[in-house]
C-alpha cells in the first residue's frame, strides 16, 4: 500500500481546469520530485494534497497505518493531524515571533497539557513546555540556525529563513512533506547545501518528500522518481534517467540538455 495515492485528481476554477485527472503514488521513505513549466499546476495541486484547495474531482488516499483515509477537501489543520505538513513558494514565517517560537508554534498538536494547567501554570505545564523547546532546538541545529534561536524570524537572510520554514514544518512530526521550489532564490552553494540536507532529512526523520522545484540539478541528484506537469496534465513519470530522455518532457519543459 502506497503512502499516497491520488486517482483523477480535478481541480476547476469556474472555466478554467488547472488540475485534470492527476493520478500519482508515493510511497514510503521516498523522494519524488514534481516538475514542469511555469503554470502546469503544480502548486494547486500541493495545494489540494495539503487542504488548501477543495478538490473538484478525484481521490486523494493517505495510508494511516492498516488502513486509507479520504483527505480530500480536508480543512489543513486537520491534513496536518494525519502527518502531511508543507513549506510554500512563497515564505510564510510568523516574522514578529523569534525563530524559536515558529518551531515551537508549529508543535501545537502535541501539546500534552490543558488551558487550566497553562493558566495556573503547573508542573504538567512546565514539563510540556521544556519537551518541546528540547525539541525545537534540536530541529534548529539540524538546521543550522541553532545560533538565531532568539532572533526575529523577518531578520534572518533569505535562505536561513527558507531552512526555519522547513524546520518548522518538520516540528509537526509529519509521514510525508511537500516542499514548495525550496531552493528558490538560492545560490548554488546555498542550493548544494539544500540538497544534501534534504536528503539527510529524509533518512534521518525516515519520512517521505515531494518536492516542486525549477533547479533541474537539485531534482536530477536527488528525487528517486518524478511525475512531469503540463498545462494541469500530467505528461510522464519516471525516474532521472528516464525523464531527461523523454521527447515530450524535452519538448515542453526541458529543452535538449538537462
Not at 476554477?13 to 513549466?37: Q, T
Not at 533547479?215 to 498545462?231: A, P, Q
Request: charged fraction near 20%; hydrophobic fraction near 40%; charge should be neutral.
Amino acid at each position: 500500500m502506497a503512502l499516497l495515492t491520488v486517482k483523477n485528481l480535478t481541480k476547476n476554477f469556474g472555466g478554467l481546469c488547472a488540475n485534470s485527472n492527476i493520478s500519482m503514488e508515493v510511497a514510503s521513505n521516498e523522494l519524488v520530485g514534481l516538475i514542469g513549466p511555469n503554470g502546469a499546476g503544480k502548486t494547486t495541486l500541493f495545494n489540494m494534497l495539503t487542504g488548501v484547495y477543495e478538490p473538484s474531482g478525484g481521490t486523494i488516499l493517505l495510508n494511516n497505518g492498516d488502513h486509507e483515509v479520504s483527505i480530500g477537501g480536508m480543512k489543513p489543520y486537520k491534513v496536518t493531524a494525519m502527518g502531511i505538513a508543507r513549506t510554500f513558494q512563497n515564505i510564510r514565517l510568523f516574522k514578529g515571533l523569534s525563530v524559536l517560537e515558529n518551531v515551537k508554534i508549529a508543535m501545537h498538536k502535541d501539546v500534552h497539557y490543558h488551558l487550566a494547567q497553562a493558566i495556573f501554570r503547573t508542573p504538567k505545564f512546565y514539563q510540556e513546555e521544556a519537551r518541546m523547546e528540547k525539541q525545537a532546538r534540536e530541529l534548529l541545529s539540524i538546521m543550522k540556525l541553532d545560533q538565531k534561536s532568539g532572533e526575529l524570524a523577518d531578520n534572518l537572510p533569505y535562505g536561513e529563513q527558507r531552512r526555519l520554514e522547513i524546520a518548522r514544518a518538520l516540528a509537526t512530526n509529519p509521514k510525508l512533506l511537500f516542499l514548495d521550489e525550496p531552493a528558490a532564490g538560492m545560490n548554488p552553494q546555498e542550493t548544494a547545501e539544500l540538497t544534501e540536507l534534504i536528503r539527510f532529512i529524509k533518512e534521518r526523520f525516515q519520512i517521505s518528500i515531494v518536492l516542486i522545484e525549477h533547479d533541474m540539478s537539485l531534482v536530477m541528484n536527488l528525487c528517486e522518481r518524478i511525475y512531469v506537469l503540463d498545462y494541469g496534465k500530467m505528461i510522464a513519470k519516471g525516474t532521472p534517467s528516464e525523464i531527461a530522455v523523454n521527447q515530450k518532457v524535452i519538448d515542453s519543459y526541458l529543452g535538449e540538455e538537462v
